[in-house]
């Protein structure tokens, strides 16, 4: 089964910057549609950004301007660039295809001063 696998979070203060990585286990699988999640704490997972296999990407209102969604096709790997983070972005953050229905384990952005 093939395994989605986030990276790239941390700690970071108010109006710092994260790139997150979106990988998946398995060389014959390949990423169509990405969207990226986040779920705060104590909150629903909510929908982020998307990007097509053609690098369109569009941005939920509370990325836009700061969040950039990137791929690289060759290496199976799709990012989110995260610049002038707020204390609202904290949140675990997940990448999927429409084509999975599962969940990997995400990683945890915490931004705090």
């Known amino acids: 089964q093939v395994q989605l696998v986030e990276s790239g979070g941390g700690l970071v203060q108010p109006g710092g910057s994260l790139t997150l990585s979106c990988a998946a286990s398995g060389s014959a699988f390949r990423f169509g549609v990405v969207g990226w999640y986040r779920q705060p704490p104590g909150k629903q997972r909510e929908l982020v950004a998307t990007?097509?296999?053609?690098?369109?990407?569009n941005y939920a209102d509370s990325a836009k301007g700061r969040f950039t969604v990137s791929r690289d096709n060759a290496k199976n790997i799709v990012y989110l660039q995260m610049n002038n983070l707020k204390l609202e972005d904290t949140g675990v953050y997940y990448c999927n295809d429409p084509k999975l229905n599962y969940w990997g384990q995400g990683t945890q952005v915490t931004v705090s001063s």
């Open positions: 990007i097509t296999r053609g690098a369109v990407s």
